[in-house]
């Protein structure tokens, strides 16, 4: 269950991950922001077994060719989770990445990158 959002129930579609994705991304973006972005790489297990994975967020600011600034999100775990549950709309055999990029610009284009093992 994702807690900290206003929503009423788990987003059903890829289109509704991406808007609460969006949202969450927004809301401690300043104004002049051009495009907003979350990684996530997946670094394996540690020695206890545990996954281990590498989370960032950013606001590209001012100009569109400005570089990237770090962003706080509206809960730092709600963008890991709706990678995940992003993750597992994709065929069985895509899956397996070990990391993406989702980045939103101001005109609403979405860009995905997955890098694969």
């Known amino acids: 269950m994702l807690t900290g959002l ?14 609460l994705l969006a949202q969450c991304l927004l809301e401690n973006a300043p104004d002049n922001w ?6 996530y790489k997946r670094l394996g297990k ?4 545990l996954n281990q994975v590498n989370i960032s967020h950013n ?13 706080e999100p509206c809960r730092p775990l709600i963008p890991a989770q709706l990678v995940q549950m ?5 065929p069985q055999e895509s899956q ?3 990391e993406v990029t989702i980045s939103i610009d101001k005109t ?3 860009k995905t990158t997955y890098v694969q093992p």
């Open 59 to 71: 606001v590209i600011v001012g100009a569109p060719d400005s570089p990237p600034r770090k962003l």
């Open 34 to 39: 051009q495009a907003v972005s979350v990684n």
């Open 108 to 110: 609403g284009k979405v």
């Open 6 to 19: 206003n929503v009423s129930a788990e987003p059903k579609n890829p289109q509704e991950m991406m808007e």
């Open 46 to 49: 540690n020695k206890d077994g």
């Open 86 to 90: 992003l993750s597992k709309t994709l």
């Open 96 to 98: 397996h990445w070990k």
